[in-house]
């Protein structure tokens, strides 16, 4: 039964002595410095100063931001390497869009995936959206989504059934959180039509709650992101939604021949996203309008929450389709200012609107902020965001030979990683077109691409990635998680009408640390913590953002590349509630685990 409210659950912060003593031992060599609950110590005054205009868009002078530290470009050295294990896993899913001669808009877009561990076994598990006939008629159930859980040994079984996770709407985005705070990861799976959100038992199984989502509509919605955008403990729920679209009386849309065809985004009419900010009484309340976080022309695909200007409130970038992008600031966790075309992020370099779909995000250039890098139409080119701070996101796509290696590609999913372990970024690319009659470039299927950063440009390194990479198909979702065990992070590829892709990472690797999140005062999923790893003369700092890729989650679970060091490494965490803990390690590859306000403990988790 679904409890009237989870305010109580709300503040289960793990602060029980005898169950901290009982779930985790402290890290041999580990010294955590003293929790804090006040605001950290202002660092030195940046070099840049902000212009008028950014000022007046909420950007501020960044505090202690380092001027870009990656150096000369280098050899790549040998590309990440991956082998597709899903057939061996057990892993059989494959996602059925639905694909007819009515040649429905919604068949083009869905597919998405969560790695998540339901159970706390200790071992990750993996949820898959499903779809069938956008149109089924109500005596014609859609097939369910799928949830496969990880057994000992390291196979797979689907027990979505069991778990009470069988969604059967038309689906598309996964969104994994802990929206109650009691330690146990919920669902929100993003739907066209009626959305759906699961709250975990924490039992093994889940029960729908989806009128705890008050004023939520029954629209297209495609990716969603949690996030805590004012900082209270408690997560928030951004919907992407896509546009005023039926199924069941859809727009006619027709080709030169006067056949049905997939519709051009500029036939439908746009529909608002969805905010839902967590009340704490188990409501979460659709609140856009009231926050700002609403723009001209949304025909939303891809979310990121996380702070983009280094003013430690976490802000929402948007990836709309041929329609601006949106960048929402964050007014201190009060409302939201769209600033997308004053701070850059809205077009491309040519002042131009694209096709955007999935979003990757990462800190490639190593100047403290985030990235950008967005996946496109056939055309277009992916584009690269530098971001700049104060000086706000700057397309970086040519000049770092980004758009010619793109140019013919479609993309959905996409995620910046160092699968490699080499102290530099990858970007990994899930592409294939909408239209099943395309016959340009690759035409429908396309391959998939890697890419590999040398400090200064891109390195298309497909060739050498792998069999998978020379394969042809639909890619659509991108999941990413260290789903072995091994340090290295793995990828979940799904596709339209052919099998997903447990994509195993086998890179000759480097060094590296992976550092996981469990909020006290902050919300229990760790979402928008900042996390600095210094080693030597060099640092790397990632937040874990809500969103990123497209329909997907990623294991929550921060990843470094150290390349060839050996020695001490210190590593801090800037929480959202403003407590700042620290750790030394005595040296890389090492799984830690930070608990707000304790310091670096490890979980006593099984091996796969």
């Known amino acids: 039964m679904i409890p009237a409210c989870f305010a109580a659950a709300a503040r289960l912060r793990f602060a029980s002595p005898p169950f901290l003593c009982a779930l985790i031992l402290i890290f041999s060599g580990c010294k955590p410095e003293p929790a804090s609950t006040r605001e950290p110590t202002t660092p030195e005054a940046a070099v840049e100063t902000p212009s008028d205009s950014s000022r007046d868009f909420g950007f501020k002078p960044a505090q202690g931001r380092r001027a870009a530290n990656d150096g000369p470009p280098t050899s790549i050295g040998a590309a990440p390497r991956f082998v597709d294990v899903a057939a061996e896993r057990g892993i059989k899913h494959v996602y059925d869009n639905g694909a007819s001669p009515r040649a429905l808009m919604v068949e083009s877009t869905g597919g998405g995936a969560g790695w998540f561990d339901f159970d706390?076994?200790?071992?990750?598990?993996?949820?898959?959206?499903?779809?069938?006939?956008?149109?089924?008629?109500?005596?014609?159930?859609?097939?369910?989504?799928?949830?496969?859980?990880?057994?000992?040994?390291?196979?797979?079984?689907?027990?979505?059934?069991?778990?009470?996770?069988?969604?059967?709407?038309?689906?598309?985005?996964?969104?994994?959180?802990?929206?109650?705070?009691?330690?146990?990861?919920?669902?929100?799976?993003?739907?066209?039509?009626?959305?759906?959100?699961?709250?975990?038992?924490?039992?093994?199984?889940?029960?729908?709650?989806?009128?705890?989502?008050?004023?939520?509509?029954?629209?297209?919605?495609?990716?969603?992101?949690?996030?805590?955008?004012?900082?209270?403990?408690l997560l928030d729920l951004y919907v992407c939604n896509y546009a005023i679209y039926d199924p069941y009386r859809p727009v006619e849309c027709r080709d030169k021949d006067g056949n049905p065809a997939i519709c051009h985004p500029r036939n439908v009419e746009p529909e608002p996203d969805e905010f839902f900010q967590n009340s704490g009484d188990g409501r979460l309340v659709e609140s856009s309008q009231l926050m700002g976080l609403f723009g001209p022309g949304n025909k939303a695909l891809g979310v990121v929450i996380a702070d983009l200007d280094g003013d430690d409130w976490p802000d929402i970038y948007v990836a709309n389709d041929t329609t601006a992008n949106f960048v929402f600031i964050n007014r201190a966790g009060t409302s939201f200012r769209e600033s997308a075309v004053v701070l850059g992020g809205a077009y491309s370099a040519t002042g131009e609107p694209q096709a955007s779909m999935g979003i990757a995000f990462g800190d490639y250039d190593r100047n403290g902020y985030p990235d950008l890098c967005l996946t496109h139409f056939t055309g277009e080119h992916y584009t690269l965001y530098q971001n700049l701070g104060p000086q706000g996101l700057q397309d970086v796509s040519a000049r770092t030979r980004m758009r010619e290696a793109t140019l013919p590609k479609l993309g959905f999913g996409t995620v910046m990683q160092d699968?490699?372990?080499?102290?530099?970024?990858?970007?990994?690319?899930?592409?294939?077109?909408?239209?099943?009659?395309?016959?340009?470039?690759?035409?429908?299927?396309?391959?998939?691409?890697?890419?590999?950063?040398?400090?200064?440009?891109?390195?298309?390194?497909?060739?050498?990635?792998?069999?998978?990479?020379?394969?042809?198909?639909?890619?659509?979702?991108?999941?990413?998680?260290?789903?072995?065990?091994?340090?290295?992070?793995?990828?979940?590829?799904?596709?339209?009408?052919?099998?997903?892709?447990?994509?195993?990472?086998?890179?000759?690797?480097?060094?590296?640390?992976?550092?996981?999140?469990?909020?006290?005062?902050?919300?229990?999923?760790?979402?928008?913590?900042?996390?600095?790893?210094?080693?030597?003369?060099?640092?790397?700092?990632?937040?874990?953002?809500?969103?990123?890729?497209?329909?997907?989650?990623?294991?929550r679970r921060l990843f470094f590349g150290l390349g060839d060091w050996t020695g001490p490494l210190e590593i801090s965490v800037q929480w959202p509630s403003g407590v700042v803990d620290a750790a030394a390690l005595d040296g890389p590859d090492q799984a830690v685990t930070i608990l707000e306000g304790a310091g670096a403990v490890r979980l006593a988790t099984p091996t796969p």
């Open 120 to 233: 706390r076994d200790g071992l990750l598990d993996l949820m898959l959206t499903q779809g069938g006939r956008p149109d089924a008629p109500p005596n014609e159930a859609r097939p369910p989504d799928a949830c496969y859980r990880q057994l000992p040994g390291g196979t797979f079984v689907d027990v979505a059934a069991l778990a009470g996770v069988g969604d059967r709407g038309f689906g598309h985005g996964v969104a994994i959180g802990d929206v109650d705070n009691d330690g146990f990861d919920d669902l929100f799976i993003a739907n066209s039509g009626r959305s759906s959100l699961y709250l975990n038992q924490g039992d093994g199984t889940f029960v729908l709650a989806s009128e705890m989502l008050e004023g939520k509509r029954d629209v297209w919605s495609s990716t969603a992101a949690w996030g805590d955008v004012n900082k209270d403990g």
């Open 419 to 555: 699968f490699n372990r080499n102290g530099r970024m990858d970007l990994l690319f899930a592409n294939g077109h909408i239209d099943p009659k395309f016959e340009e470039s690759e035409g429908y299927e396309m391959r998939p691409q890697l890419m590999a950063w040398d400090g200064q440009r891109w390195h298309d390194v497909s060739s050498t990635a792998g069999e998978y990479f020379q394969r042809k198909s639909v890619g659509r979702a991108v999941a990413t998680a260290d789903f072995d065990g091994d340090g290295a992070l793995d990828v979940c590829i799904v596709h339209h009408n052919s099998p997903t892709a447990l994509l195993r990472n086998e890179s000759e690797a480097g060094r590296g640390v992976s550092v996981g999140l469990i909020g006290v005062h902050s919300n229990r999923s760790g979402i928008n913590a900042k996390v600095s790893v210094r080693f030597g003369e060099q640092q790397l700092t990632s937040e874990l953002a809500g969103g990123t890729s497209y329909a997907a989650s990623h294991q």
